[in-house]
């Protein structure tokens, strides 16, 4: 089974799912395909805002979200997480790098840089290329690469593609054509793996046999995380 896993370093969701994924990946055998994606082009696609800008004026609701990833980096023993004090970051450069690297053959290695661990400015290009530098990438020639035409219309064809799967934020996942969006349904994420190999679609990558496959776990029912 493969998922596609739609993600924009920007949000602190999508370095908390990107933590949790390798355990789903040993647990049920299933491919997290990373794509990235760029956030800010989303929204505009999907009419939404982000939570910071949506909420600004709902202070209880910011100090609940707070709370809630408080809860969940605790849950999962993910001590290394840190919020970053630049947020919210312009991600434009760094998902370019991330398609480039992707071309380049290193994109794991380059999500786990990311930006959620040491509180960088992940905007600023000096910080981006010695943030790659440290972990061992060749930063000189992602960021070349980030800035050619085919890179760009990459990044720009994911973004669009993820919109007409429906989603409208990151970290979304796709299992053929079903979506599902947001740190708290990972569970039910593992649970539609599960069905789909017991269902006999072991198989089935992002878009194939989408209209059997989305007709078959429209019958399984998946509980909250």
Known sequence: VTVQFLFDFGSP????CHKLIPDIEARTGARFEYVPILLGGLFKLANNRSPV???AGIPNKQAYD???ITRFVARHGLSKYRFNPHFPVNTLKIMRGACAAQKLGCLKAYVDAAMWEDGRNMDDLPTITATLDAGGLDSRAIMAMSQDPEVKTMLMANTQRA???GAFGSPSFLIGSELWFGKDRLGEVEEAIDAVVDLG???VEGGG????LG?????VRFPFV
Do not use: P, V
């Not at 007709?215 to 019958?219: G, H, K, M, N, V």
């Open 66 to 68: 707070s709370l809630e």
């Open 201 to 203: 679609f072991g198989g």
């Open 215 to 219: 007709a078959l776990l429209s019958e």
């Open 209 to 212: 046999q989408a209209g059997l």
């Open 163 to 165: 919109h007409d799967h």
């Open 13 to 16: 969701n999508t370095y908390l």
């Open 53 to 55: 800008e949506a909420f």
